[in-house]
Every structure is written in C-alpha cells, then in structure tokens.
C-alpha cells in the first residue's frame, strides 16, 4: 500500500448533511476509517474519542470519522456523536488511502478482548435500550481494518497508522502525541 503524502482539497458531506473541507484550513483533521455502522469494536474506540473531545478540540484537532456503510445506516448509531461521520459505502476514500480488509481484523488475538468489551458493552446497552443493536450483517461485511491519517491544513500527511486487526489505532494520547507543540492550545 503507498502513503498518501498530500491530501488534495474536497469537501464531505457528513450523514447529518453538514459540509467540511478537508484539509481544514484552519486545524489539523485526525481522518479515522473505521469499519461499518454499529460496530461494537468501533463503539469502543469511539466513546474513548468522546471521553477526551474537547482535549483534541483545544490541541487544534477535528475529528472526521468514516465508514463504509450508507448515511441511512449510519445515522440510526451515530446522531449522538460530536465528531464528523462520513458515509463511504463505495469505499472510495478507502480506495484512496490505501485502508484494507482483511480477516485478521477478526482473527487476530490482539483484538479480541476489544471485541469482548465492546460487544459486551453494546449488548448491555442495547438491553436497556440506550442503542439499537448492531447489526448482524453488516453492510459491507465486518473484516475492514482500521487506519487513523493527522491531515495538516496545507494537505500534508503528517501521520498515518494502518491498523492490523480490528482494534489497532491511535489511542487518545498517541494523537496527541503527534501534534505538533505550536498547535496546542
């Protein structure tokens, strides 16, 4: 797979019908792929996210989080997040940045006890009815990896993670980690 050094500029449309450019001329973007609408794995590392938000916020960071499931699918898990949510279901900015499926995403040991914890926590959740439950067959199947991209304002990759299995990316500080000091607030 080859790096993308530069991002060129666009604008997405998140599910809620909000526009962003990307790159943002004013922050960097933290560009997440992650794997389909419900998924309780992608749950787990989204709460974590949320948990910390305003932190990233004020190091200058904006959050723009993609699936490849439809806007449809992804609003029935997604309208109580404070990030960017962005539909792929061609996978064409997977394509583009190079993200992969693959069934170790499921298969290696590594992720499983995050499988255990999120579907755990989304049964619970779903019991009490606090969400609606994952689906049981995904659009666009479950074996996507995940990948994590720090976009600066003039397009610059500035790093970039491709995941191994399915909970393989940037933890809250590791991010943090890589912005540059100058961005902090």
């Not at 699918?73 to 949510?85: I, N, Q, S, W």
């Not at 299995?165 to 943090?176: A, C, G, I, R, T």
Request: hydrophobic letters at 40%; one cysteine or more.
């Amino acid at each position: 797979m080859s790096l993308p050094t530069a991002v060129p500029d666009r604008t997405l449309a998140t599910v809620s019908g909000a526009r962003i450019p990307v790159p943002d001329p004013d922050r960097l973007i933290h560009l997440q792929f992650r794997r389909f609408a419900g998924c309780p794995v992608c749950n787990l590392h989204l709460r974590s996210i949320v948990t910390r938000h305003a932190e990233i916020t004020a190091a200058g960071v904006r959050e723009v989080v993609v699936f490849h499931s439809s806007a449809a699918e992804l609003r029935k898990y997604t309208a109580e997040l404070p990030l960017d949510v962005i539909a792929d279901p061609e996978r064409k900015l997977y394509r583009e940045f190079g993200v992969e499926t693959s069934p170790r995403a499921l298969l290696d040991p590594r992720g499983w006890p995050a499988i255990l914890r999120g579907v755990t926590h989304d049964a619970y959740a779903t019991l009490r009815r606090r969400q609606t439950a994952p689906p049981t067959a995904p659009e666009g199947g479950s074996l996507g990896l995940p990948a994590d991209f720090l976009i600066s304002p003039d397009g610059r990759v500035l790093a970039a993670k491709y995941g191994t299995h399915v909970y393989d990316q940037w933890s809250v500080d590791e991010l943090l980690a890589l912005v540059p000091a100058e961005r902090h607030a």
